[in-house]
Nanobody, 118 residues
């Protein structure tokens, strides 16, 4: 069983930083792509950032310059460093990974809440 477990969420004040972690385990081949999505209250889930197995990165325009995605492939772990957080960043954040580039090898975490408020 493939497990995708996020951690590092919680409540922070505007302007503060927080790092999310996602650890993947169980019957993996090679994690070609690891990434993050988020779902704000009352909105659909949208893309945040992704990183490939060769270090290529993509970011949503809303987070460019503030968020940084990194990975430790030896540990099957991906991180999302979030700086200068605003209330608009409040959402449930989901970790997503693609194993071996196969359509039937896409896995999602259960999501973790990040709330930015005074």
């Amino acid at each position: 069983q493939v497990q995708v477990v996020e951690s590092g969420g919680g409540t922070v004040q505007p302007g503060e930083s927080r790092r999310l972690s996602c650890v993947v385990s169980g019957g993996l081949r090679e994690l070609w792509v690891m990434g993050w999505y988020r779902q704000p209250p009352g909105a659909q889930r949208g893309f945040v950032a992704a990183i490939t197995n060769v270090g290529q990165t993509n970011y949503a325009r809303a987070v460019e310059g503030r968020f940084t995605i990194t990975r430790d492939s030896a540990k099957n772990t991906v991180y999302l460093q979030m700086n200068a957080l605003t209330p608009e960043d409040t959402a449930v954040y989901y970790c997503e990974v693609d194993d071996d580039g196969a359509p039937d090898r896409t896995f999602w975490g259960q999501g973790i809440q990040v709330t930015v408020t005074s």
